[in-house]
């Protein structure tokens, strides 16, 4: 069965730090990984996304970094601020697309403490 | 959310009962997805289609069902076969079937 998995379940980061969220994946049959962004009691929103045919994609503070030989992709916050507090989840999109099914990881709690 | 509306934001429901989740969606798009959230967990399909008319099981489709008759609209309906229904059902829909954009949420509790 396709699985994500990611790491840490809970993240407490300083003010101004960096937050590094992980995931990894156990085949190769994906071709799209987006991060999403959820606040408490609302729907989760789309913050970055990357394809496999690049190692680093960046917008603003938001990186993602992708391992395609380790299976692996990585979300950094950089100059984290508490207004980034929310649960961060992970997805992979099967190759061929499967209609854009998406398997998501378990989420990460993020607290970013002033 | 933007342009994607689920209604009501809390539902409440006694345990036997079927009841209906709203999903609407005024972007155009053609892919439209149902999702549960449970706390501490990620998001699990449970149905998805692809243009009116048609859809297809997620991973977690049993006790559920929808219909796609319009392109704007996919209602889900929680039978009274689904054997945990309280949930955060969220709804979301995708124009290229790759960016998903999703809604506001549903919170069901049935007792």
């Known amino acids: 069965q396709q699985q994500v998995k990611q790491s840490p379940q809970s993240l407490i980061v300083q003010k101004g730090g960096i937050s590094i969220i992980n995931c990894a994946y156990e085949n190769t049959a994906f071709d799209y990984f987006p991060w999403y962004q959820q606040f408490p009691g609302k729907g989760p929103a789309l913050l970055i996304a990357?394809?496999?045919?690049?190692s680093e994609k960046k917008e603003g503070r938001f990186t993602i970094s992708f391992n395609k030989s380790a299976k692996q992709f990585s979300l950094h916050i950089m100059d984290s601020q508490p207004g980034d507090s929310a649960t961060y989840f992970c997805a992979a999109s099967p190759i061929y697309n499967q209609g854009g099914k998406l398997i998501f990881g378990q989420g990460t709690e993020l607290s970013v403490k002033p | 959310d933007g342009g994607i509306t689920q209604s009501p934001k809390y539902l409440f429901r006694k345990e036997g009962q079927n009841v209906t989740l709203s999903c609407e969606q005024n972007l155009n798009h053609d892919a439209m997805y149902w999702y549960r959230q449970d706390p501490g967990q990620g998001l699990r399909l449970i149905y998805y289609s692809q243009i009116v008319n048609d859809f297809q099981k997620g991973d977690i489709a049993e006790g559920y069902s929808v219909s796609r008759e319009k392109k704007e609209s996919f209602p889900l309906t929680v039978t009274s076969a689904q054997k945990n229904p309280t949930a955060f059902y969220l709804c979301?829909?995708?124009?290229?079937?790759?960016?998903?954009?999703f809604g506001p949420g549903t919170r069901l509790t049935v007792t």
């Open positions: 990357i394809r496999p045919d690049v």
């Open positions: 979301a829909t995708s124009r290229d079937f790759y960016e998903q954009y």
